[in-house]
């Protein structure tokens, strides 16, 4: 008898999850995740790789919407939930690893191929779709896949095709007002880092850590803008490939602004503007940062320029774990300024998570990452 005890252990993890997710979201995902998982046992039993390894990402793909009850890029958010739990059940191998969370990441992009295991989530994700109703119309970018499916399963799927390839979600001009008027708006409520506080449980829901509520005290500043982006449109996963950390942090957000070219770096010649993110640098007091080490350490948003300086709508002002808005002095420990793009798209799709090369050619994706 074949025994698969690392996707007995996937499954505890997932029950568990799904136990505390609210009653209306359970049924639905007990039936897709289980489903998805079946079909990519089936798969791998068709096609020669091991049932066991790829009915687990099948279990767990979706596990940041079912968490958070966000879609945006929940393929990559997903992958970045699961990193540290799959790597705690001290069950796998690096490589299985590598292998799981490949599959997590790339089963929304269903316009290219990668991995075997990572085409086998991908299938799977689209026929159980279908065999749940199979009188739902599915996109015409899909079909060549359920086509393929079908042939390969011997199997009469005749899909109704609506549509084209869905864009990624377009944000209008006026973006950094938008964001400058909710930055304002949430931070004069004087928001407190605990988790009675209503605004503050929803700035954090995001980040799918059990005790984040604790773990994020005294330094939720990275946060509080992540949640003002999300608001207006601007989405990014919970981490961005290639980054040192989640964008929880500071640093993260350094880093993926540089690279980005959406950073600038603080100099007389520049003048931030109401809608610019500030980035500052060692104006926490050594005392009150967890790491004396990183420099880049508070941010907020600008929402007011005068010739002095300007007003920041900023979470945790000087790590106290209160919101606020407060005057900062020009060029007085501050690294640089993100001013948002509304042309900029999210482009994680381009990356590989195995390998970390990133694809050259142009591609739209066909359903949100």
């Known amino acids: 008898m074949v025994t698969m005890q690392k996707l007995d252990i996937a499954k505890s993890y997932v029950d568990k999850v799904l136990s505390e997710a609210p009653e209306s979201v359970r049924k ?29 990402p099948g279990v767990l793909h979706d596990m940041y919407t079912v968490k958070s009850g966000i879609s945006i890029h929940h393929a990559h958010s997903s992958a970045e939930m699961v990193r540290p739990v799959i790597r705690d059940f001290g069950v796998f191998s690096s490589h299985e690893q590598s ?8 089963h929304s992009d269903k316009g290219h191929s990668h991995g075997t295991y990572d085409e086998i989530l991908k299938d799977a994700d689209v026929l159980q779709a279908y065999l749940q109703d199979a009188s739902s119309k599915i996109l015409r970018s899909r ?11 011997g199997l009469n799927i005749q899909p109704t095709v609506y ?5 990624q979600h377009q944000i209008s001009d006026d973006l950094t007002n938008r964001l400058a008027e909710i930055a304002e708006e949430l931070a004069v409520r004087k928001i407190v880092g ?13 980040w799918p850590d059990d005790d984040i509520a604790k773990v994020l005290k005294n330094g939720w500043c990275a946060t509080f803008v992540y949640h003002c982006c999300m608001q207006i449109g601007f ?29 600038t770096k603080d100099s007389a010649t520049f003048l931030p503007a109401r809608g610019d993110i500030v980035i500052y640098r060692n104006i926490v007091p ?18 007011f320029v005068d010739q002095n300086g300007f007003q920041a ?23 640089g300024f993100i001013r948002i793009d509304g042309k900029y798209e999210y482009d994680g799709w381009k990356y590989d998570y195995k390998s970390g090369e990133i694809r050259t050619e142009p591609f739209t994706p066909t359903v949100p990452v």
């Open 99 to 106: 292998t799981i969370l490949s599959a997590i990441f790339h």
């Open 28 to 56: 639905d995902a007990y039936i897709h995740l289980y489903g998805v998982s079946l079909l990519c046992a089936l798969l791998a039993h068709k096609r020669g790789v091991d049932p066991e390894i790829a009915s687990i």
């Open 163 to 167: 549509g084209q390839a869905i864009q």
């Open 143 to 153: 079909k060549c896949r359920l086509d393929r499916i079908s042939k390969e399963l």
């Open 313 to 335: 709508a900023e979470g945790n002002i000087g790590n106290e774990n209160m919101s606020g808005v407060i005057h900062r002095k020009h060029h007085v420990n501050i690294e």
């Open 194 to 206: 605990h988790p009675e506080d209503n605004d503050y449980i929803e700035i954090i829901r995001y």
């Open 286 to 303: 050594p005392e009150k940062k967890d790491d004396v080490n990183t420099p880049t350490d508070h941010m907020g948003i600008v929402v």
């Open 235 to 263: 989405s990014l996963p919970i981490r961005v490939p290639n980054s040192p950390c989640r964008l929880a942090g500071v640093n993260a957000w350094y880093q993926w602004s540089k690279a980005a070219n959406l950073f």
